[in-house]
């Protein structure tokens, strides 16, 4: 175990599997010497060299284009899409290339690839550079997507990510750059699929990730002073998602609250309301409540910035409506 | 030659009063004024000048992330930019945008924008509007070396060629897509050799030069409202700063930033040579025109920092046309 921050630990998980597999390499603008626009990379050139850790130009569409090409050719690319907003110009490699190879081709080909990004607000980087879109990814037929919230699960994820067979979308959250936590060392792997209960509780079940399992978690402490025993169920990756984890908790508390960043409306907090009303509707005492940001763009101004992003306030007051 | 004098002071005030902009805005930045991203003009200033010397309020331009000189050159308001920048409501965009995304459509600043490459598309369609509508407007694409690599820097070129349209692509090439070199992300030198492969004209030219943009953009602007289509303009420059405000920029060679900061190649000092040379203005003529920028952008950063936040309600405005 060492402790390490987030990013160090999405590093930890990039340098373990490019030790192990030399088909392993990493491709995007900026990540080489510079280590990435926010440092994620640093140091990897250094270690793995120029054939392994390479500066693209501004080319979105062959960063994400290439690694379907390459992977299908069985190396394993590691593409770094500098902000998640810029998905927009590879969707086309993603969603109709990567995803849907195996399918089309009749099972016989596979895409292990892994595009990594940052998502999220609060930094002042206003409408195209703040976005979450994990929603865009989930609704791809063939494309896993990955959403960590802790140091531990960052490296965890990161080697399961690379290590799958599949084109994987792993987003990583800005806020959560510098959060700090033990980290297993070595090839510690968190399967993709698997939930994990962050915070027990009794009383009613908070499913967030990312930044928002974060503040999930401080708005469960302030519960629980308050009497309200909350427990905290992280997904970890939306797709495969975790239905029986998610179905148990509610089976045990009776009320769910969902939490994101995204806008509400299509965001993934839909799909898990759903399925709890379809599969687990006996067990909700309560009506499913959704915590997620207004269907706007993303504000510059900070107070505007602020009014956005999901707060504690608003997962408190979500939760305390239900009792 | 009277013409020439009032252009060339003209030009002259417009780079100060962007120099004078950008200087200021770094400072506050780092005194956390504002949060966000600040990509800094600094060195550039002869290029937004040059071309926007050229042009009409009717006419349209697209910027770029880095984008304040552009604004200033087409006549965008230093105040509301500021208003901006703090994300005050009295900004261009009322606090939603700041610095990567100011626009003032009357003006037909078709904002700046955050996604690289993403204004070249739009400048094209601008440009087929002016076209349809029959008038002489036109539309100018402003974008760095590094948004040359962007398939919709090929793609707008190619459409602006077969239908012939008032568009102007104006490279701004600073020898840098944030750390990465020309050198190291295109397999050319001059990207305006890329006009060839769209059988349109591509010039280079010195982006110093305040002069020679200005003459280059004059002919490529005739073109276009001649109906004679696109032309790609690359100017050759140099970022002062980092890409943003923050990076130091360690992967510059101290000699060649040395070098470009320069008097010998800095744009603004050879046009105060220049003007001096011509005996178009003495040194207190100059000094005039920096001290009346300088009251300029303080009244603006005072307007800025008067200004009210937004009501926090603004959140869910504007966000459809009703
Ligand atoms: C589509 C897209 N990819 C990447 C970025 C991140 N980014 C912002 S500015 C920049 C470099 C741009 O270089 P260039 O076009 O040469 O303009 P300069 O910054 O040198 O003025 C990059 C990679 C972005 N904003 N949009």
Redesign the pocket.
């Known amino acids: 175990m060492t402790q390490m921050s987030y990013m160090e630990a999405i590093r930890d998980g990039m340098r373990v599997e490019m030790k192990r597999d030399s088909g392993v390499y990493i491709a995007g ?2 990540v080489a010497q510079f280590g990435g ?1 926010f440092g994620v990379t640093a140091g990897l050139y250094d270690e793995f060299g120029p054939d392994r850790v390479m500066n693209t130009p ?1 080319s ?1 569409a062959v960063i994400v284009g290439h690694a379907v090409g390459a992977a299908a050719l069985g190396l394993r690319p590691i593409a770094e899409i ?2 998640v907003d ?1 998905m927009g ?1 590879c969707m086309d490699e993603l969603h109709n290339q990567a995803a849907k190879m195996k399918y089309m081709f009749g099972g016989k080909a596979k895409v292990p690839m892994v595009v990594r990004t940052p998502c999220g607000a609060g930094l002042g980087a206003a409408a195209q550079h703040s976005q979450c879109l994990e929603s865009w990814f989930t609704h791809i037929a063939g494309v896993k997507t990955v959403m960590p919230g802790t140091a531990a699960d960052a490296k965890g994820l990161m080697i399961a990510a690379i290590r799958d067979d599949n084109p994987v979308m792993y987003i990583e959250h800005k806020q959560l750059l510098g959060l700090t936590g033990d980290v297993p060392d070595g090839e510690y792997v968190v399967p993709l699929g698997k939930a994990d209960i962050k915070r027990e509780g009794s009383d009613v079940t908070i499913v967030a990730w990312s930044w928002m399992l974060q503040k999930s978690l401080a708005a469960a402490e302030k519960l629980a002073a308050e009497g309200i025993n909350v427990e905290v169920l992280d997904p970890r990756t939306l797709v495969p998602l975790d239905k029986d984890a998610i179905l148990k908790s509610v089976s045990k508390t009776g009320k769910l609250v969902i939490v994101h960043e995204e806008i509400k409306t299509s965001g993934f907090g839909g799909e898990i309301s759903a399925i709890v009303a379809e599969e687990g509707f006996d067990y909700l005492d309560a009506p499913i409540k959704r915590v997620a940001a207004p269907d706007t763009p993303i504000p510059f101004s900070p107070i505007l910035e602020q009014t956005f992003i999901p707060s504690e306030e608003k997962i408190i007051e979500a939760v305390k409506a239900l009792f | 030659m009277a013409e020439k004098k009032e252009q060339l002071l003209e030009m002259y005030k417009t780079m100060v009063r962007i120099r004078t902009f950008e200087k200021e805005a770094i400072d506050l930045f780092a005194a956390g004024k504002f949060p966000g991203f600040v ?1 800094s003009y600094l060195g550039e200033e002869a290029i937004a000048t040059g071309v926007c010397a050229n042009l009409k309020d009717s006419d349209y331009i697209c910027s ?3 984008g304040h000189g552009h604004l200033i050159a087409k006549g965008g308001k230093l105040d509301l930019m500021m208003a901006e920048l703090y994300g005050k409501s009295t900004g261009y965009c009322k606090g939603k945008g700041g610095s990567m995304h100011i626009a003032d459509v009357d003006l037909g600043i078709l904002g700046a924008n ?5 204004g070249m598309p739009i400048a094209t369609g601008a440009a087929f509007a002016c076209k349809y509508r029959k008038t002489d407007n036109v539309a100018i694409a402003f ?5 040359s690599d ?1 398939a919709t820097f090929h793609e707008s070129l190619n459409l602006a060629s077969i239908w012939k349209l008032p568009v102007v692509f104006v490279c ?1 090439n ?1 020898g ?3 750390s990465n070199s020309q050198e190291n992300h295109q397999n050319i030198t001059d990207v305006s050799d890329r006009a060839t492969a769209y059988g349109i004209p591509g010039v280079s030219i010195d982006g110093n030069d305040v002069m020679a943009i200005s003459e280059a953009a004059e002919e490529a602007i005739k073109r276009a409202r001649k109906g004679d289509g696109p032309t790609l303009i690359e100017c050759k420059t140099w ?1 002062h700063r980092g ?1 943003f405000e923050g990076d130091p920029g360690a992967y510059k060679d101290p000699k060649d930033q040395e070098e470009w900061l320069s008097d010998a190649k800095d744009a603004l000092v050879r046009v105060e040579k220049k003007l001096i040379e011509l005996k178009y203005a003495n040194k207190a003529d100059l000094d005039k025109v920096k001290a009346d920028a300088q009251t300029e952008v303080d009244a603006a950063v005072k307007f800025a920092e008067q200004s009210p936040d937004p009501d926090p309600s603004e959140v869910l405005t504007d966000v459809y046309t009703v």
Do not use: K, L, Q, S
């Open positions: 603008e900026d626009c501004i979105e500098m902000f810029f110009c | 990509h770029t992330h880095r955050g996604i690289v490459g993403a974008f760095g070396d590094g948004a962007r701004e600073n840098w897509a944030i970022r890409h």
